[in-house]
């Protein structure tokens, strides 16, 4: 076998392969496409599918938020803050908690969202409406950088 390898077009089959070499990389890929968890713990560097949006209650006072997202084509939450000069994590200071979900009632994720989906309650409300005030108001001086989605 090491001859064969020293050769410059040498080709290795299967059946000079140890079995033992062959059952380890299956299990590993098999542990690979574990996807993205495993015992409930996230792992780095693997991507969430995505699933179908999940209609989720929402609390009534961030109806107009919502109402001015969907007739915006969705801007993304990142740019929304940027257009209201604050950051994501002061609309909603849990960091466990999924914001899209909490803002608009939807998350693209459903399912397999790793964070929790709860209804903001009547003073969180509060506080995001003050904090997006401007996007309520005006919500057609947000442009989407990328052209958003399509109605």
């Not at 020293?6 to 392969?17: D, G, L, R, S, Y």
């Not at 938020?65 to 849990?94: E, F, H, S």
């Not at 899209?100 to 509060?126: I, M, Q, R, V, W």
């Amino acid at each position: 076998m090491q001859h064969g390898l020293a050769v410059k077009h040498a080709e290795i089959t299967h059946a000079e392969v140890p079995a033992q070499l062959l059952a380890q990389t299956v299990l590993k890929k098999r542990q690979n496409n574990s996807g993205g968890q495993t015992d409930g713990k996230f792992e780095l560097g693997k991507k969430q599918k995505l699933g179908i949006n999940k209609q989720t209650a929402l609390n009534p006072i961030l109806k107009p938020i919502a109402d001015a997202w969907l007739a915006n084509r969705k801007p993304k939450l990142k740019d929304m803050c940027t257009y209201c000069n604050i950051y994501p994590g002061q609309l909603i200071v849990d960091t466990k908690r999924c914001k899209s979900n909490t803002l608009f009632g939807l998350c693209p994720f459903a399912d397999s969202c790793y964070f929790t989906h709860e209804t903001a309650s009547d003073e969180e409300a509060k506080k995001i409406l003050g904090l997006l005030g401007k996007f309520k108001d005006q919500p057609e001086g947000l442009k989407p950088r990328y052209g958003g989605q399509s109605k």
